[in-house]
């Protein structure tokens, strides 16, 4: 087991590709959001904005579905290396779900007037972040490493059902939020082809520094996770 | 130039990768202190 965790893997050979990956795309797609796509008619230049904004809530969502087959392939297997895939990824999709709230409230105070409205999407998403910090902290339980990663396994998998609930909010309430502009159900985006551009840059930039977080948290937890085995034996 | 809400969109960048590089920061004293 120990000696299972220590071993180099895949995902730790290509970190440094996936580093280099995301400083690159992050440069490219900073240029077109910030430089190359035009200002939008109604909202004017913080449109900008929504690149980084919708990039973080579409990896916030990835993250929580990662946590997701995490979790099913640690209850199904008993690998330790699934619950330390899990907790890296619920991590991460807190860092971007804050991320998200915090660019969506900067939006929102040029675009709305406010910088905050009890509306269904905000009130989900809000809801999302609290339900992960809870994942997080719920972890801290218990010291028996077999334990917390059953109970957190079994939360991972409850949890990701607010992740539809978010993204199909402000289809099945009236919301203030603006409608789905991508994601939609008949695959047929309303953005400018300049404007679906820098998005799609930016969550690939995001996608790849995404995958380079992952790798560096995993690696910590397997790491933490050999400590732990090796002071039991 | 005159770029409208230049504020904000200062503002949004600066805290979107200032909060990731911050996290890049930890991950780093994480891995260096055996945490």
Redesign the interface.
Known sequence: MISTAAKTTTALRARPFLGAASVVALFVA?WMA?VWSP?DAAM???V??LY??VA?AWLAYLAFVVVFLASVAYLWTKRLVFDAIAVASAE?GV?FT??TL??GS??A??TWGVWWSWEPRLITTAVMFAMYVGYLLVRNLSDDLERRATRAAVLGIVLVVDVPIVHLSVTWMNALHQLPSVLRPDLSPTLDPSMLASLIAMTIAFTF?YAY?MT??V??ER??QA?VLEARA | MN????G??A???V??FG??GL??MS?AR??RD??
Do not use: M, Q, S, T
């Open positions: 900073l910030l200002p004017g230049n913080v900008r904005i980084v904004h973080n991460i860092l804050g991320l915090v660019l900067i939006w105070r040029p520094l977080l560096a948290r690696d910590i790491r933490r400590r | 770029i409208d809400n230049l904000f969109i503002a949004a960048y805290i979107c909060a990731l996290y890049l991950l994480r891995r055996g945490e």
